[in-house]
């Protein structure tokens, strides 16, 4: 069964940095688009940010992280990364990883729990 997990979230201060890590069991990260998606509180649609093709190649979607986040693969890890520094506190929401990519989600790509980032001082 594809299960994607995200974990590295948690509580930073503004200006602050985090990792976020996404892995999988079941499938290879190395064998689709990856994209990472956010979904701010209060239930908003999910947003893409950022994405990494299967060739390496990223896109960043959302104008509110270019410069901030950057995402990466380590495919011995079978895990995909996304790096966000420079916090604010808009950043704060929970942020899920899938096999997708784009600005925004269409369908279901199997969600998984997320990971909660907050950021406030």
């Known amino acids: 069964q594809l299960q994607f997990v995200e974990s590295g979230g948690g509580l930073v201060q503004p200006g602050g940095s985090l990792r976020l890590s996404c892995t999988a069991s079941?499938?290879?990260?190395?064998?689709?688009?990856i994209g990472w998606f956010r979904q701010a509180p209060g239930g908003k649609d999910r947003e893409g940010l950022l994405?990494?093709?299967?060739?390496?190649?990223?896109?960043t979607y959302a104008d509110s992280v270019k410069g901030r986040f950057t995402i990466s693969r380590d495919s011995a890890k079978n895990s995909v990364y996304l790096q966000m520094n420079s916090l604010k506190p808009e950043d704060t929401g929970v942020y899920y990883c899938?096999?997708?990519?784009?600005?925004?989600?269409?369908?279901?790509?199997?969600w998984g729990q997320g990971t909660q980032v907050t950021v406030s001082s």
């Open positions: 899938v096999p997708q990519c784009g600005p925004s989600a269409s369908g279901d790509v199997g």
């Open positions: 994405c990494i093709s299967t060739g390496g190649g990223t896109t």
């Open positions: 079941g499938f290879s990260l190395d064998d689709d688009n």
